[in-house]
């Protein structure tokens, strides 16, 4: 049978509710909450039949009741109000407008192959598409000229169901655009702007661009479902993480290369500024740097002059010490892709130079996505402190000689957008006790709020996600048996007064979902414990190709269907943003147990501690940088154990040796009045220590300061004259790479020190260098010092830059200078020649390093 057509009739407003209309299509009702109010107040059961979308509430709405709401003039002055309270929030200035001055970029163009902004635009997968959604976000509420950049998927991700035997089963609703908050790009003339993308075989790849309104940030979302397109390539754009190879590089050529065209035409047709850096999180954009190359080109400069220029206006974010989430194409098939007219000026062999696994033990045959986006970004980062280190380990062979630290990656810790994730009830103790509605700022040690207040706002969140789970089990249970109905037992499903665990996530191996069932007779009785049971709320989807993740799911449902377990531990299908803002705040201890290094952050558990949820967690990602021991409890990782089920058995004895011993009985240790003093106590320290740290504005806030002014400031200086600095370092770059073989240090001598050496005697360093045709001014000579360690490894090491002397000889300079001891215990240093120029971001920016043997 055909699908049926369909599309989506909006509806004429009266004029005294115009406003409705923005109000409606600009996302920022997802986490505004007087608008969401607002639209809840015009039909509270199409705002819950909606599932909370303004515009599909608008689309079923009766005219009949628009005009009661017409006539009713308070109503109307509430919908004028909030109309202009968000053209106030549009273009006031807000905190980068106030506090980024001359350096200020005027836009950044921020690239995602998802964006999770609101459950009603499911364009997102879990964590990286959610991220992007909060960056954006918060770029908003700080005032951050953003442009951000993503596909139209169609099918969004996969709607996941349970089957009665445990197994997931996806479906692939399919979008209608017109039902969505979003607008077509158009020219003067009325037609769709498109971009097009050369393709082998004489063939080319179209897309028209959405525009979604994210606060004051404009979202372009390229779609290839047109009618231009061949239908073959109609569905590029058909799914997230739908496909493998070549529809998946498809997709990226998309993103990037089509992103930056979409761009320009936005440029073009708009008032918009045009970036001036461009931010990749994660490597699936990372073609945007060649379109960019592919512009310069066309401008007079070569391949590797554009390249300088590029890489000092990119920032590069990687998401994943895990293999297989980094792209990896066939170098034939990208090959392929490039011998065409797709980027004119542009190299196909200089293409396969910058994705080239050509380090140790690589080779040339894989194209590598985060390899180029290192390449092609002069600044990158990972995704917390602990993950930036892993990266700058596992990224290393590309900076052969320098030590893990020296790797130019640094990190900046993950936030989560806190209006989105915070819980109107904690929102509103905040208003109605602390007087402000910004709970990352409130003074949460304040004697203003009693204990009795937090915990009446935690069980009443712990209500809400027992209702919601019991909606939902019923809701699956109906569309399973259509007409039969609901077991008793449902409405014993979870108590609201039971200690409840959270565990929601995807299920990549790492994330062992269930390691919990390590010991199934120990954890049935945590639950059924008389005295201090325990429930648990899980969920998460497993992707479509993976059959073991699917098995893991199958294990937990299996297990939480037995009588006895069913009513303390569920599995609820679709994780999605809906449920997560439920989940999050509605349980008391939020669990998480990777294994450690390979959770590059994980933000669900940021979002429960912004709610007054404690973590419970191995310490990786952002908990190893947090933990305190009293913002909730750190399973010890088990790093040394002889296997990986060595290492899952202590790991999870561990875990239910913290629920059984320090968790649940520090929850039911309650007083007279019945609230659980000492926990309250730790609810209270998360929220007052952690709730400004975890937010997706302090992120933004270190984005803007750390990367995206000085890349920006980079970007001007190596354009200015007509680009003539990127020329000089390009050529200044050749040169010191050609020369470089023979770059050594030749001798070293040092004196000034007796031969008992004390604190605060000076050590003077004299360092014969042959500096192989280059000139002093090139090179950076520098004594590196610290405590001295087993394999010839300096701990927290310093350095001190030599001076050059006057020349003794053709080819050899001499350098010297002074280190002081300034502490006992064994000391160690070396002399090392770097490359120096005023237009690197960092000494180990080329790679090149000579060290005294
Ligand atoms: C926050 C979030 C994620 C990511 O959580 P992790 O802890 O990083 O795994 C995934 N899915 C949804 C719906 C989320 O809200």
């Known amino acids: 049978m055909k699908a049926i057509r369909r599309f989506t009739v909006r509806t004429v407003l009266p004029d005294v509710l115009a406003p409705l209309e923005q ?32 515009i599909g509430l608008l689309g079923e709405i009766e005219p009949a009741r628009l005009h009661e709401l017409a006539a009713d003039q308070d109503f109307v002055a509430r919908v004028a109000e909030l109309g202009r309270d968000l053209h106030t929030y549009l273009t006031e200035p807000r905190w980068y407008q106030q506090t980024v001055t001359e350096a200020a970029p005027s836009a950044i163009g921020y690239f995602s192959p998802e964006f999770g902004i ?7 997968s879990g964590g990286l598409g959610i ?24 099918s969004g991700y996969f709607a996941q169901s349970i089957s009665p035997d445990g197994w997931q089963q996806e479906s692939y609703p399919v979008l209608d655009p017109d039902g969505l908050p979003l607008s077509v790009l158009r020219h003067p003339d009325g037609s769709a702007a498109q971009v097009a993308l050369a393709l082998p075989g004489d063939r080319a790849l179209y897309a028209r661009i959405w525009q979604v309104a994210v606060g004051r940030i404009r979202l372009l979302l390229l779609d290839t479902d047109i009618p231009e397109n061949e239908d073959a390539l109609r569905s590029v754009t058909d799914r997230l993480y739908g496909g493998g190879g070549e529809h998946r590089l498809l997709q990226e050529l998309l993103l990037g290369i089509g992103g930056v065209r979409a761009i320009k035409l936005l440029t073009e047709l708009t008032d918009a500024d045009a970036p001036e850096l461009y931010h990749t999180n994660e490597g699936h954009a990372g073609f945007l740097g060649l379109e960019r190359i592919s512009d310069l080109i066309g401008d007079g400069l070569s391949f590797d002059e554009a390249l300088q220029v590029v890489r000092a206006g990119t920032v590069f974010t990687t998401h994943t010490p895990v293999p297989a989430g980094i792209d990896r194409f066939d170098s034939s098939l990208v090959r392929q892709y490039f011998s065409t007219d797709l980027l ?56 052969p000689g320098f030590d893990a630290d020296d790797v130019p990656i640094t990190s900046v810790t993950n936030g989560v957008h806190a209006p989105t994730w915070t819980d109107p009830a904690l929102v509103a103790l905040a208003r109605d006790r602390l007087g402000t509605s910004d709970t990352t700022t409130a003074d949460w040690a304040s004697e203003a709020v009693s204990d009795a207040d937090l915990w009446s706002v935690r069980n009443s969140m712990r209500q809400q996600l027992v209702t919601d789970a019991r909606a939902r089990v019923s809701a699956a249970w109906g569309e399973q048996n259509p007409g039969i109905r609901d077991p008793a037992w449902f409405s014993q499903l979870l108590d609201p007064n039971v200690l409840t ?65 069913r009513k303390r531990m569920v599995f609820l299908p679709n994780y999605d943003i809906a449920m997560a803002q439920l989940l999050y705040p509605g349980t008391d201890v939020w669990l998480n147990n990777p294994l450690r290094p390979l959770e590059a952050c994980g933000t669900s558990g940021m979002k429960a501690a912004l709610n007054g949820s404690l973590n419970l967690s191995i310490l990786d990602g952002w908990w190893a940088e947090f933990y305190d021991e009293e913002n909730g409890w750190a399973i010890p990782s088990a790093d040394s154990a002889g296997d990986s089920a060595e290492r899952d058995k202590l790991e999870a004895n561990s875990m239910y040796d913290l629920i ?26 998360t929220l007052s220590t952690l709730s400004f740290e ?38 200044w770059k050749s040169r010191v790479t050609a020369a470089w073989p023979q770059v050594s240090v030749t001798h070293v001598e040092s004196g000034g020190v007796d031969a008992v050496p004390q604190v605060g005697d000076e050590l003077h360093v004299r360092a014969h260098v042959n500096l192989a045709g280059l000139t002093p001014a090139d090179v950076s000579v520098e004594v590196v010092y610290g405590r001295a360690r087993e394999n010839d490894r300096l701990e927290n090491p310093h350095s001190v830059e030599l001076v050059p002397s006057p020349s003794v000889g053709d080819h050899l300079a001499q350098f010297a200078g002074t280190v002081t001891l300034s502490r006992a215990g064994s000391f160690g240093y070396n002399v090392r020649v770097v490359p120096r120029h005023p237009l690197l971001a960092s000494s180990a920016e080329l790679g090149l390093i000579a060290v005294a043997s």
Do not use: C
């Not at 080779?363 to 892993?390: C, I, K, P, W, Y």
């Not at 059924?528 to 709320?537: A, G």
């Open 23 to 54: 109000l409606a299509t600009n996302l920022r009702w997802s986490w505004h909450l007087p608008t969401r109010r607002l639209f809840e107040d015009l039909s509270p059961q199409l705002w819950e039949s909606s599932k909370h979308d303004p």
């Open 118 to 124: 609101a459950a009603a635009l499911p364009q997102y």
């Open 131 to 154: 991220l992007a959604g909060d960056h954006l976000k918060s770029a908003s509420d700080l005032g951050v000229p953003i442009i951000g950049v993503g596909l139209f998927y169609r």
């Open 344 to 399: 004119p000026g542009v190299s196909v062999d200089d293409v396969l130079q910058l994705g080239a696994e050509n380090f140790e033990g690589g080779t040339d045959d894989t194209f590598n996505m985060a390899v180029m986006g290192l390449r092609l970004g002069q600044r990158a980062n990972g995704v917390s402190q602990l993950h930036g280190e892993v990266s700058r380990g596992m990224f290393g062979a590309l900076w």
């Open 501 to 565: 665990i959270g565990f929601a996530r995807r299920v990549p191996t790492y994330k062992r979902l269930t390691l919990m069932l390590h010991d199934p007779e120990r954890l049935r009785s945590l639950l059924l414990s008389p005295e201090h049971p325990v429930q648990i709320v899980i969920a998460g989807k497993s992707h479509p190709a993976d059959d073991e993740g699917k098995r893991l799911i199958q294990k937990l449902v299996e297990f939480s269907q037995e009588p006895e377990i």
């Open 660 to 685: 059984e011993h320090q968790i649940a009985p520090r929850f039911y240790d309650r007083g007279d009045d019945g609230v659980p003093t000492r926990w309250v106590e730790s609810i209270r320290h």
């Open 694 to 731: 975890l937010s997706a504005d302090r992120m933004v806030r270190e984005y803007v300061q750390r990367l995206y002014v000085p890349s920006a400031a980079a970007h001007r200086t190596i354009s200015a004259e007509r680009f003539a600095p990127a020329r000089a370092l390009a050529a």
